[in-house]
């Protein structure tokens, strides 16, 4: 069993440096900890908002390699990236919120990649908060509560027009669709974030460490499907 075990360490630090590359790209785009609106004014400032469609086809890959290795390798999910301000599933928080918003509020075309990296990221995570016994609602409503608040959205709103990114001016549709994106990966997102104890990190690992109104909403999403 020694043997064994051993034998598999050069594979699970392998997967763990692949996983944390990416997380380290990341920073640099979205700030530590990641946050959607730091990565939104990063890079309109530098003038690559169009950037970010390779973002999508890079982060489909890395979700996809993500759901096979943190299945089949679980101990993967607990290994803490080295800084202690940084992990894999805030940085997939950050990157699964940052596609939603440019699918939903962002006025730019429709990206198919943004939308199918949010459907590779809602996969992934939806695979390992199973393994783990995570509840969530596997065919959610586009209506029903996710742990972000209306406020929350507008302010983040408010923080993009600031910085001088164009939204779309149906702010009302904007809120309904991003709802709708989030409301997919929402609860697995804050109960794997629970589950390693991730650090803080806005709309992600805040939502379980240091909001209970948002747990509130988790356990009414958790009830089952609504009428």
Known sequence: MLALLISYLPSIYAVF????????????RA???????????????IGRLEELEDIWITWQYWFAELEETHTSLASLVFLRSPRHDRSWITAAGCLLDTASLYLSTIEVERSPDAALCVRAGTTALRAIAGFFNIEYDPDPAQSDPTSIAREEFDDACRQLEEA???LKPDRDQAWIDFNGWRVNYDAPLVGICAL????YAVWSSDRSLTRPRHAQVLRRNRRGPRG
């Open 17 to 28: 440096s692949r996983r944390e590359v990416h997380v380290a790209q990341l920073s640099a």
């Open 31 to 45: 700030g530590t900890p990641p946050a959607p609106v730091d990565l939104f004014v990063r890079v309109h400032r």
């Open 164 to 166: 001088g990114i164009p």
């Open 196 to 199: 390693v104890m991730a650090p």
